[in-house]
């Protein structure tokens, strides 16, 4: 992944309109000709998780083997661990309601953009406080994110990040 432009960001927003919410994102991703994906922050362990997820979808898309016709919703697919779609929506995808834990990613594949810039620009635009603490994952983070107790007490607290690892890597095998 070296090379790519990438801006990974945690925070808490009010979401009253998930279409609304939505549609202001498409703008952006839009306006400025980047990829923006968010998740659900609740189900993110780790910035290695998205970098993972990144990984995986650049290499599908680039081998011919995606899903999905955008490297967003690849992306989205690889992080949430599914095969479909909707069922990738449905469990990493942000939901509407107070004071939830978002993570934006906005990636730039022409390396001309501040992202730093544009990330400043839809946080505040959003009503997003910025809180690069909801990207850290925790045990309950594995728990919502479907990985059984069985496979967390094989393995010790610092390699917690790994399962969620292992279930992004799964996901080209259930191709």
Same mark, same amino acid.
């Given at each position: 992944?070296?090379?790519?432009?990438?801006?990974?960001?945690? =925070?808490?927003?009010?979401? @009253?309109? *998930?279409?609304?919410?939505?549609? &202001?994102? #498409?703008?952006?991703?839009? %306006?400025?000709?980047?990829?923006?994906?968010t998740f659900d922050a609740?189900?993110?362990?780790?910035?290695?998780?998205?970098?993972?997820?990144?990984?995986?979808?650049?290499?599908?898309?680039?081998?011919?083997?995606?899903?999905?016709?955008?490297?967003?919703?690849?992306?989205?697919?690889?992080?949430?661990?599914?095969?479909?779609?909707?069922?990738?929506?449905s469990k990493i995808g942000?939901?509407? =309601?107070?004071?939830?834990? @978002?993570? *934006?990613?906005?990636?730039?594949? &022409?390396? #001309?953009?501040?992202?730093? %810039?544009?990330?400043?620009?839809?946080?505040?635009?959003?009503?997003?406080?910025?809180?690069?603490?909801?990207?850290?994952?925790?045990?309950?983070?594995?728990?919502?994110?479907?990985?059984?107790?069985?496979?967390?007490?094989t393995i010790t607290k610092?390699?917690?990040?790994?399962?969620?690892?292992?279930?992004?890597?799964?996901?080209?095998?259930?191709?």
């Amino acid at each position: 992944m070296i090379g790519l432009n990438l801006n990974i960001v945690g =925070g808490k927003v009010d979401i @009253i309109n *998930l279409n609304d919410f939505m549609n &202001s994102i #498409k703008k952006f991703s839009d %306006k400025y000709d980047i990829i923006i994906q968010t998740f659900d922050a609740n189900l993110i362990y780790g910035r290695d998780h998205i970098l993972s997820a990144v990984s995986h979808a650049i290499r599908s898309m680039e081998e011919r083997r995606n899903r999905t016709n955008s490297l967003g919703m690849e992306i989205l697919l690889y992080a949430a661990g599914e095969r479909q779609l909707k069922n990738a929506i449905s469990k990493i995808g942000v939901k509407e =309601g107070e004071n939830k834990d @978002i993570i *934006l990613l906005l990636l730039d594949l &022409s390396n #001309k953009y501040n992202l730093s %810039k544009i990330t400043s620009e839809i946080l505040g635009t959003l009503g997003i406080h910025r809180d690069d603490s909801v990207i850290d994952g925790d045990l309950e983070t594995l728990i919502r994110f479907g990985i059984k107790q069985e496979e967390i007490d094989t393995i010790t607290k610092h390699k917690y990040g790994d399962l969620i690892l292992e279930k992004i890597a799964l996901v080209d095998v259930m191709k």
